[in-house]
Structure formats: structure tokens, C-alpha cells
């Protein structure tokens, strides 16, 4: 049995549940901006065997958790372990972001993909999640994760990152029976891919949708919500006797969060351009909201800090329902000491 | 005097009276997807020689008016003239986007900062506008535009693009008095600068915020909306006995459409992530509409290019008020026959 939790602040802000103080945790809490990650990183050579190693994962999974009063842990992962399981050989060069060697360019590719066993190729990942459990000890819940269906395939196709997505759209708009191909092969591998985190240890998951923003109202329904949809529906709700919750999150998604709300989800991620008064009256109650300071806020002084934390909190208002987070992931340049200043002022109300 | 308009559509849209078809016009449209472009910007050399080169901007400007039945023709220029005039040394760098050799590092700078005279340092520009404005012969309106001070200031203090904006949400968090005054002589030159290619013979300006879609609801009321308004107020909204139009256009702006349509412009640019019918629901009747194709439709064949044209022109539906465009500027890689299809399609209805 796995130890109870000391700490369900998140859990119970994203079921909508009363809870003593605004949970917190940051969007890469892990990562660039702390001098103990880079140590890590470096010993381990390149960004994949980071993420490869259960023990290392563990280690920066869990290096904020000392040095901030965080309300949850996240896997520390890559969003594209899916397509690079798949066989498209992610590697990451130098300032450029991630890369595939083989990226999807024709019809014939996208029937080729296969559907990963989350327990074979992504064993890895399984490994770090039970490692991490195992390690918080019931501090926090730990947050599993994947990008979501649209945003994998649009670097599968890009084979990496892009400006005007091009490729993607193409594909899109000129042979949608592919791209709905891509997507359904893809939501079934991040429905299994989230089940078997669930299983190794995961207390609550979220789908990353970083780039269906860039999509019209209707292409968004059609190319990204459908498929969020098919995996929430396809999620384990509830393991070892406690609810999973789910949270999606579309970057720059702010105009279709009463759609994203209707699919049962139980939280929403909220970028800073839709004041979180705004999303409560889209989402009409459905759901707890994840949200939603601009990382650029850290770049300020303590006050100025204390000040944006407050104006996010009074926007969120009563009731319960409220994780706070950034926007976006946390920039690399923030000085670590910034972060302590946010998550005590948020602690303080 | 000025030959009079053989094709008004372009204005008497923007002022909500009736047309015979909806006009068309399309961001960049003088651009590199056209060989012909390509080879004057060979001639030139660098860039910012054919911004500067009257003649040669006249002749990149007529170019697609020569292969589509376009209903306005707008300046070929750069939207960071301004800065380059303020003296902070605008380059371009081979893939690489703009440059500036000398970004705003401080609050000494932004007060050395000049506002520069658009018949001085300015005036390659309004040459270009009277040359463009006299070979027109009266064809179609001439558009002339300007970067909104929020998009300048961005690139100001960045020295280029940026992905995160860090340095200059920095300077806004940290110093919001340096970035007022700032964006206060930012709005200052843009006013004059646009009232000098009024002067010179465009006979509608738009204002370009790139950026302004970074802020949150209230930044972006603060610092950006705040300074287009300075701007909507000190234009000079005749001109020759017409009435000149004026557009706003924030990219990823959706949400603040409202908003923008309080300022008294007469339209307003949307992109594609918010529908026109919502668009109209949000501007409640106040505003003509210019969009809002997802640029990346052209990439697919005819057939879907025309169904996806008759979706634009569904969503805005009935009255008048509709100058059709893309939702942001054509990709450089579109085949030009494909821009023939688009403007067709609109025309037909």
C-alpha cells in the first residue's frame, strides 16, 4: 500500500472540494531556472537520458519540493516520449528545441504508426513514476502527463518545432483523413500511455495542448478537442480506491474553455490573457481552474510579485475550485528566489 | 487632385456601407511567395534599400494588383521604420528577422529617446505613399500602416523577436513608468507618422499589434489598447474631403475584441481563432470586420480553399461591414495560383 497522503490540497482543489490554503505548484517546476537541475542534466549527458533514468528523473522531480512549499509533484518527462516511441527518433540539438529524425510526410507513414505498449518502449517512464511515488512518500500528489493528440502530431509532422505550422495544416486541410488517422492512432496511445502512469503511481494527470491555440474554433473542435475528449473518456478515474483527476490545457485555448469543459475533465489550465473571472463564467462551474500568472511576472521585485499573485487570486474570488500556476512553463532565466516569493504570497492569500 | 476611386469597396465596407461584393485584400500581399517580388528584392539588396527605394516600393506594391482582382493596395514597408528613426540601427539578418543594433537597455534611454519628424527621417516613406498613390491612378485605395507602440516597443526593447518577451515584460512589471513614457512617444510618432501618409495620399491607415496578444486583459488594456486609442484620437479622420479609415488589428486578440471596438476605429482586424460571428456578437454593430482565413488554408487545393472562403463569408453573414482577408500575412511558400483562387472565391460570394 502506498503511503496516504500528508499534503491533498490539489487534489482536493481540482474535485472542487474546501481546502485550508490555494494549493500551488508551477508549470516546469523542474528544469533550467534551478543551479541543482543543470548540475543534473549535465551529468547526464543529453536531455533523453535525463528522462530515460529513473533515478535521475526522481532526483529533479523532486529538487523544487526542497526548496519551495509546493502542492504537488509533476513526472519531470518530455511531452513527445508518444511519437518518439512511435519510432520517430526525438532528439533535441542545441537551442533548436526538439527534433525528428523521421517525421510523418505522407499517408502511407501515418498507417505505418504503430500504438505503443506503455509497458515496453515507455517502460522508462513507468519506472521514473513508480520511483517518484515511492520517493515523495505522500508529501504531495504526483501529476503524470502527456501532450495532447493535435500538439504531438503537429511536431510529428513539423518534425520539430515551427512558426506558421505549415506541414500540419496542410496535412489538415488537404487530407483530413490522415490527420483524423494520426489522431485517433495518437489518443489511443496517450489514453494507455496516462492508464499505465495511473497504475505506476500518478494521483491526477494532464494533457499539455500547447499549440491548439493556433487553430480556428471550428478546426480546434474537430482536430484537438475531439480527440482530449476520447482520452478523457478513456481514462482510469479513479485507482486504489481515489479519484484521478484530469486537467486539460490549451495554450491560447482561452475562447473554447465552456467546450473544454464540457468534455467531464475536472480541471482546466488557463493561460494570463482570460482573467479567471472571465473563464468561471465560460466554464459555468463545471470545473476547478489551473491558473494562471504570467511567467514574466518573476522577472519583477518581491512586491510587484506579491501584487500580480494577489490580482489572480481576488480574479479567481470564493469557492473552491482554484490550483495556482503560472500561465505558461516558468522562463529558464527567473532567479530561484522569485519562485519562494510567488508560492509563499500565494500560500498567504 | 487625385483621381477619384474607380473601386470604393475597400472603404465603403470599412464604413459599413453596402457593396456589391465583398472586398478582398490580403496582409502582406506584396511579399516573397511572388517571383516577381523576389527579384526586385535582389535588385535592392537588402531590405530596408527597397523599403527606402520609392520607386522600387511602388513597384512591389502594384505587383499582386497585377495577378488578382485586389480591392486595395497597401504601402510596402517595414512596421519598425519608426524605431530605425528613433536611431536604434534596424537590420535583418538572414533568417533571422528583424534586428535592431542599439535596444532600449534602461530608463536613461527610453528618455533620450526622439520622436521622430515623418517629413525628415521619415520621408522615403511618404515618397513611396505619393508615387503609389499617383500610379494607382484611382485603381483601388491605398492603405497605409504603422506597428502599434505595445509591437514596437516589444521589438525596442528585445532588439528582435523574442519568443518569451522577457526583457520586455520585464522592463513593463519592473518599470512601468520607463514603459509608459516610452509607449506614450511611441504613440506620439505613430500618430504623426500615419498622419503624414494620410497627408501623402493613403486613404485608410491600419495599426498593427503584433504582440498585444501576450498581454493579459488588463496589460494589454494598460499598455497596448491605451496607446491605439492615443493614436485613433489624433488622426486626422478626413482628408481631401473623404473620410479615412481606421483599422486595429491585435493578433491573438480575440478575446478583447469589444474592447478595441470602443476606441471609435472604424475596424477591426480579426485572426482565425475567433469566429466572425462571435466577432460580431463582441463589437455589438460598432465596427467593420476585416479577416480572417487561416493563412495555412492556402496550402490546400482549390476545392478546399473555396469551401473554406464560403465558411468566412458565412460566419460574418449578412450586412455590410466585411472587408475579407487572411487572419494574419501569407506564408512565403504559397503558390500565387492559389491567392487567384481565394480572391475569386470571395468575389463570387
Not at 528522462?51 to 504537488?72: G, I, K, Y
Not at 513508480?130 to 501529476?143: A, E, H, N
Not at 489514453?191 to 495542448?209: H, K, P, R
Request: charged share 20%.
Amino acid at each position: 500500500m502506498s503511503a496516504p497522503l500528508k499534503n491533498d490540497t490539489f487534489i482536493r482543489a481540482l474535485l472542487k472540494q474546501p481546502v485550508d490554503r490555494t494549493p500551488v505548484w508551477i508549470m516546469r517546476q523542474a528544469g533550467r531556472y534551478l543551479p541543482e537541475y543543470k548540475e543534473v542534466r549535465a551529468q547526464a549527458g543529453d536531455f533523453m537520458s535525463l528522462c530515460r533514468s529513473a533515478e535521475l528523473a526522481c532526483e529533479v522531480t523532486m529538487q523544487p519540493l526542497r526548496r519551495f512549499d509546493l502542492d504537488a509533484a509533476i513526472l519531470f518527462s518530455d511531452i513527445l516520449t508518444i511519437p518518439d516511441a512511435m519510432g520517430l527518433g526525438l532528439h533535441f540539438e542545441a537551442g533548436e528545441g526538439p527534433k525528428f529524425s523521421n517525421p510523418i510526410k505522407s499517408a502511407a507513414d501515418v498507417k505505418a504508426l504503430p500504438i505503443p505498449d506503455p509497458n515496453d518502449e515507455l517502460q522508462y517512464v513507468m519506472n521514473a513514476v513508480s520511483l517518484i511515488r515511492k520517493t515523495l512518500d505522500g508529501k504531495v500528489p504526483l501529476i503524470g502527463f502527456s501532450g495532447s493528440p493535435w500538439t504531438l502530431a503537429s511536431y510529428m509532422v513539423e518534425g520539430g518545432g515551427t512558426k506558421d505550422f505549415g506541414k500540419v495544416k496542410g496535412m489538415m486541410f488537404s487530407d483530413p483523413t490522415s490527420m483524423h488517422l494520426m489522431l485517433d492512432k495518437t489518443a489511443q496511445s496517450v489514453t494507455s500511455y496516462l492508464n499505465a502512469q495511473i497504475e505506476a503511481g500518478a494521483q491526477a494527470v494532464m494533457v499539455f495542448d500547447t499549440w491548439g491555440g493556433v487553430l480556428s474554433h471550428e478546426k480546434y473542435k474537430e482536430f484537438s478537442l475531439q480527440y482530449m475528449q476520447q482520452i478523457v473518456d478513456g481514462l482510469k478515474r479513479t485507482h486504489d480506491g481515489q479519484t484521478i483527476p484530469v486537467t486539460l490545457f490549451t495554450k491560447n485555448g482561452g475562447q473554447w474553455l465552456g467546450d473544454m469543459a464540457d468534455t467531464g475533465c475536472d480541471g482546466l489550465g488557463v493561460d494570463w490573457t482570460t482573467d479567471l473571472s472571465r473563464a468561471k463564467e465560460l466554464t459555468k462551474g463545471k470545473v476547478a481552474l489551473q491558473g494562471n500568472l504570467d511567467p514574466s511576472v518573476l522577472y519583477a521585485d518581491d512586491d510587484t510579485i506579491k501584487a500580480e499573485v494577489k490580482k489572480v487570486l481576488t480574479s479567481f474570488g470564493d469557492g473552491p475550485g482554484h490550483v495556482f500556476n503560472l500561465g505558461h512553463g516558468i522562463h529558464q532565466h527567473i532567479n530561484p528566489d522569485r519562485v519562494k516569493t510567488l508560492v509563499d504570497a500565494v500560500h498567504a492569500g
